[in-house]
């Protein structure tokens, strides 16, 4: 945990105007579900509007997913709020990435301090598939005085991306944020890693033969793949599967959504296929998402 010593400190001009164009703000970026509330870290999303829901794709490899994505689930009373929400920070973030990433930065630097430096988890892609690691920002030296007025926390200053950020923190003060997402995207594992960004790649069905090559991929670099296998919530997952001609372990991925504790070296990440409630999918479109 940081010590600030001015909470009144007033933001730079071009991130106020962001938070006040969007209606966005550091406490409202990033929320929680309860599926990652079963994690023993506690875990904070970040939730676009899927797709192309925005206008603008930030899924660029969703096919089957699009179709049952969770973004359309909920308690009806309160979806459309929830969704608009999502839209707006989608809106923001393409609008003025630079000003959207360090409003981030302040965000997580508050988890921070409201988890009074117990160690906490950051998705940045909730309902999204973005390649954060290519997105760099500047932290201005004006940035970083409201930074380390507004939160305590001492900021690199220049070009970085945001795991650079939050490692740099890690490194000098110790505070450790973990982030980790699922991802249907090519990436370059290894320098992901090497940010501390942990990935987990993202089954998309038999159908979906780009996804299947990206996953071959992902599994030659030891990354793990998550899919659906369409048995009850009360039924076991199979321990060992054979899939791309090679028998892999299967771990229990509905035990905990914090993905980083997964044993790692290419094993199947199982999860029981879960229906959105009002959502209608046939027998065969079942069968071609899941990978059993």
Not at 164 to 192: M, P, Q
């Amino acid at each position: 945990m940081f010590s600030p010593y001015n909470s009144r400190a007033v933001l730079p001009g071009h991130i106020k105007d962001l938070e006040k164009c969007y209606k966005i703000n550091p406490r409202n970026i990033f929320s929680t579900n309860p599926k990652t509330e079963k994690s023993a870290v506690q875990t904070y999303i970040l939730h676009f509007s899927p797709a192309n829901t925005s206008g603008v794709n930030v899924c660029e490899n969703a096919k089957n997913c699009a179709k049952i994505c969770l973004h359309f689930a909920g308690n009806p009373a309160y979806l459309n709020v929830k969704q608009q929400a999502r839209l707006r920070r989608t809106l923001a973030f393409n609008s003025n990435k630079e000003a959207f990433m360090l409003l981030l930065v302040c965000a997580i630097l508050g988890l921070i301090n409201k988890n009074l430096g117990e160690q906490i988890a950051i998705r940045l892609n909730g309902t999204s598939d973005i390649r954060w690691e290519e997105i760099d920002f500047t932290i201005t030296p004006e940035f970083a005085s409201f930074c380390r007025a507004k939160y305590g926390a001492i900021l690199p200053i220049g070009k970085r991306n945001i795991f650079e950020v939050f490692n740099y923190l890690k490194e000098n003060t110790g505070e450790l944020v973990t982030f980790y997402d699922y991802s249907k995207l090519e990436r370059n594992w290894a320098e992901c890693a090497r940010l501390g960004y942990h990935l987990t790649f993202s089954f998309d069905g038999h159908d979906n033969k780009q996804n299947a090559k990206i996953a071959r991929n992902a599994l030659a670099n030891g990354v793990n793949v998550a899919a659906a296998f369409n048995i009850k919530r009360s039924q076991s997952l199979p321990t060992e599967w054979i899939w791309q001609g090679k028998k892999r372990e299967v771990l229990d991925g509905d035990l905990s959504d914090f993905r980083p504790d997964d044993k790692q070296g290419g094993h199947i990440i199982g999860l029981r296929f879960k229906l959105p409630h009002g959502m209608k999918w046939s027998q065969s479109e079942r069968d071609s998402f899941c990978m059993a």
